[in-house]
């Protein structure tokens, strides 16, 4: 009401209220407006003007004496302290111990409610604690029960640890026993061992005297044959030069097609690894007489060295396969695949090692088929590669596989 009255009618006190907001008017401006509304009569009345135009009928009544039994006692009052009708005295009192009536009532119900939600409160407590206790009893009872069980456990496994102590000694007293029984059957057999090894050492002593007396017997005739096998040899040798034959015997790998080293070939086929046989069977293979040694070669370089260029590959194996003829003096092919070659390839084969490469629309595993059966029924051929397909087609030919891994092993040991 102070905010929307004109500024010239509000007293010089108040205005600094006036612009308040009505929420910050109402709590702090409360004791200013009651002073002013006590001391300043006109002040009173236009406010008295305002009530009136507001609250008409209640204003009407209380000028008439009579308060309105529904009119609320706040409103009663200050209707009748700003208007002042007859009695208006009284009608402030009545209405103020309305207010203190309806304060007690206010007060004594909301004691009441609170008592009984406090009721409520005790009740669900008690319920709750009861609902704990019996959840801490069975807790207890299957707390109980646990320990029981534990107890029990523990005496089986106290009763099978002093059963296992008994086994142990047991055990331990038995395995002194035959560790004594050990020690003297060891005695003997180191005794007897001791006597076979003078009687193997005399068995020995004899056969070196017995192999000595055969070889200063035959001493005589070893001579004999020896000069017979030179003279037979000078003389093969000198027929060779007079007949004008060629210095090397025509063999029949040589007369398998293949691609020689400097023209055009085709492309390989990476071979598939297969398991280390006996690393002996290399030695006796090439140990045979007349044995021809047919090499897969990008089979065995890319088992062995295959993170090499194809050309440092062909010159590592061949390298290897030429020190390998110089010792065993074994007939050596070597077989690479062409399909992969845009060109001629600069080849140095080794002396004693033949080098074939697959011709155009051929692999090389065919190559090396070709060549085994060309060699003649009975003669022993070793094909040397880890591809499966390769070794089960040559061993059905009669020829002997061998895994690229043992060529390899032989030629690092050199």
Known sequence: MLGSMPAASVP???????????RKRAKLGGAPIAAQLETDKKFRELVAEAVSSGWPELVASLAEGTVPPAAEPVLVAAAAYLTRPPGWVDMVEAARADLEQSAV?????AQEQTLARLREQLAAQKAAAKEEADRLREQLKSSRSEI????????????RARAAEARAAEAQKEAEEAKSVAASAGNSTESELRRLRERLADAERQLEAARRAARE????????????????????????????????????????????????????????????DDPALLDQLLALPQIHLIVDGYNVTKTGYGTLTLADQRTRLLTGLGALYAQTRTELTCVFDGAELNGPVPVSAPR??????S?????????????????????????VSSDREVAESVRRMGARPVPSALLLRRLGRG
Do not use: C, Y
């Not at 010089?12 to 009505?22: H, K």
């Not at 009532?105 to 119900?109: F, I, L, N, R, T």
């Not at 060779?240 to 063999?251: F, G, Q």
């Not at 155009?360 to 065919?366: E, L, M, T, V």
């Open 12 to 22: 010089p006190p108040l205005r600094g209220i006036a612009r308040f907001d009505p």
């Open 105 to 109: 009532v206010a007060e004594g119900s």
């Open 148 to 159: 029981s069980d534990l107890r029990r456990r523990l005496h089986d496994a106290r009763e």
């Open 217 to 276: 017997g035959r001493s005589v005739e070893d001579t004999k044959v020896r000069m017979l096998l030179d003279a037979l040899q000078d003389a093969a040798a000198g027929l060779r030069r007079e007949l004008a034959l060629p210095p090397s015997i025509h063999r029949p790998a040589d007369s398998v097609a293949s691609v020689t080293p400097g023209r055009q070939g085709a492309q390989a086929v990476p071979a598939r690894a297969l398991a280390d």
């Open 352 to 357: 004693g090692v033949r080098v074939l490469f």
């Open 359 to 383: 011709s155009p629309g051929q692999i090389a595993d065919d190559l090396i088929r070709q060549l085994v059966r060309a060699e003649p029924v009975g003669r022993a051929v070793a094909v």
